[in-house]
Each structure stands twice: as structure tokens, then as C-alpha cells.
């Protein structure tokens, strides 16, 4: 019974990392995006588009 709850908890804190995970994925991708677009706004404003 103990260890049928430990395994419950700990299944629970995987479904808990892997949201977590994916979160930090999508905010890793809005980033990126932003990153990208800074540096096509540097790039044009410098003169730079080639």
C-alpha cells in the first residue's frame, strides 16, 4: 500500500516535469522567434540586408 502511493506520487511528478518541459520548450521557441526577428530589425536598420 505504501509503496502503491510512492509510485502514484512519483507518476504524478513526471506528468508534472513533462508539462513543465513542454512549457520551456514553447517559451524556448517564442525566444527564438524574438531573437530572430531583433536581428533581422539590427540587420536592416545597420544597412546589412544581403
Sequence with gaps: MK???FIEA???NI???QLN???M???NDQQLELLEEM???IKSVKGDDK
Design 3 to 5: 509503496s502503491e502511493k
Design 10 to 12: 512519483i507518476q504524478e
Design 15 to 17: 506528468k508534472d516535469l
Design 21 to 23: 518541459i513542454s512549457r
Design 25 to 27: 520548450e514553447k517559451i
Design 39 to 41: 536581428s533581422s530589425n
